[in-house]
């Protein structure tokens, strides 16, 4: 007797060898049999007839460290057939506890609201280390599996006391590098650097190489959202050298489509210099839609004047002619010509749907006069930074040199927002990333079968994630139902933008770890995810 038994499905086993009619059957938390006709009976059958097998996909490059402690359904990666996600991306992470140091941490980087960092700070378990917050993931329960990575930005900033531009000294380096090896220990997969971001971004080529030599020791992966200022390829290359110095594996963070040039650059050290390298990919993006109170944190994060004075002293600078000036210099939103900045949500619904530059035209005003009263006046507004058609994403999808890279993964970068405030801030097309990548790369004749390995077990081998990626009997059962031809997200043209909580369709059943965790479409929770150690 089987606990569960899949029949009649298309398996396409991850492997990237060709798909095969086949039941599979699973005990526990393992796939036990794939046989072509399994006349046992399962606890529970689902019928796969038409449908494809998969194992779960592996998302390289998220940042869901603690959504859980809210709710770990994690609907959103079962409805797109994910069941594993590496987490601690673009240098932020969970350790160095306490629990109060990485809320702070995470609130100052703009990546969690004054609201909920004063909310989790009552309502998080505490942690120390890697540990201590496994422990806390595994009495909270969560639907998927993580691995997790250091963020070089958390240590650093820890460490330092603060974001500074200069080399950590002897003894900081010391400090940084027993953390690291602390938690490495633990199971932590590797270190993130998001050198875009401070303070992460204050390291150079030495103090990357030093870093990522410790990780080396343990094997470990480095990904790194890359230096965009000095230019994609050139940071591209950066990264590159640091494996080359150190040795490390490397996973290029959500490389970019408008820069072919670089996704070669990763298959050239793969294949001629023999690198263990990845790059993942973010496959449609059409930013952020942020709420007002958001945004006035975002204006905050980027001035260290503002930063000292708080959201308070952002409203304040709001009403002067020279708080309006420094506002303009240093917030990126006020780049550019505001055709790209919309209210989609509106307390005056005359607004709503319109781009800032519009609403500017007829009010016969300056854009940024327009940007800057929105922000400062007292209704609440939902914006979207972006706009349906951007150019750093194609609308004809990527570019033959990419397409064809053996190397290339999805990352879907899905970044926790206020589960219990979904306007707060959100990403749409991030959370269809595996069915957008699917059909992109179907339509430009890629195997389905490689389609799968490429975000199954290539990842999985790269991470060094044992027994999954792949179906194969001994392997955990952590499988994906899908029906291929509703596979899909909406696209930038269909989606309403008003509605945080779209999510992909066409996935039937998901099985986290041998348990239903998506059953012919509805949401379950068993909480059969694990938090992955390294070694284990
Ligand atoms: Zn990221």
Redesign the pocket.
Known sequence: MYDVIIRNGLVVDGSGREAFKSDIGVIGEKICKIEAEINEKGLTEIDAKGKIVIPGFIDP?V?EEWVCFIDGSYELFLRQGVTTVVNG??GHSIVPGPRENILNYYWGNGLISTKQRNDYLTRFPEWQDFDGYAKAVEEKGTNINFATLLGHGTIRWSVMNGAHDRPPTEEEAAMIENIMRHNLEQGMWGISFGLDYVPSRYADLDELVSVAKIVRDYDGVAAA?LRHYIGIKEATEEFIEVGRRSGVKIQV??LKPTCPEAFELVRKAAEEEGMRILADTIPRSTGHCTSKSRLLQFVMAVSDELFASGIEGVKAALKTPEGREMIKKDAYIFAGDKSDKFVILSEDPSLEGRSVADIAKERNQDPDETMLDLLADDKNYVFWLGGPSRTDFPADGHCETIVKNPYVCVGT?EIMGDIEDPYDWYELQRRGGFPIFMKMYLKKNVPLEEIVRRNTSMVAKHFDIKKRGELKEGNFADIAVIDLDSYSYPSPEEIDYRKPLTMASGVDSVIVNGKLALDKGELKRPFAGKVLRRNN
Do not use: L, T
């Open positions: 490059h940042h991306n673009c959202h963070s959500h970068d």
